[in-house]
């Protein structure tokens, strides 16, 4: 496949992103983002200053969500790895060419996702997300938003 992909994050769950965050500034993490999903749940992105891959903590904010099933299930840990690519469509063509299942796809504004499931060979839910031009518009700076401060594009793109 052709298309770029680099980790964009790894999602981590947590009871309380304030009890798990001093565990990441002892790391030499730096907090970049913290915003809150519609009331369901929290997240926090952090970073070690340099161009490489975010560590995400995501705490329950309501009383029955996925994160709330999986924290019963499972205790705090790792939850996801998000893949930045460039081109989803391509992406999903490859993964399902090759008998992979891709679930729960969805387009936002600025952005469109979709999941492998934890069912797959490697056991980790993928979380695929392809960064739409105005994704930044409202958001902190770019040197914040993506890995070395630019969204993957493909050849195609300007």
Known sequence: METPIRVDHTGI???AIENAEPVLFALGCRKLTEDSVKGRFRWAQYDFGRDASRLELIAPEAEETFLTDFLDEYGPGLHHVTL?????D???EALEAADIDVVDYAEFSGWTEAFLSPANP???LFQLMEYHDDYAEGR???DDLYVDGTRLTT???P
Request: proline share 10%; glycine share 4%.
């Open 90 to 92: 391509a992406v999903i």
């Open 140 to 142: 902190p700076p770019a």
């Open 84 to 88: 930045e690519v460039a081109d989803i």
């Open 13 to 15: 769950a947590v009871e």
């Open 155 to 157: 050849a195609d793109d």
């Open 122 to 124: 490697t056991g980790t």
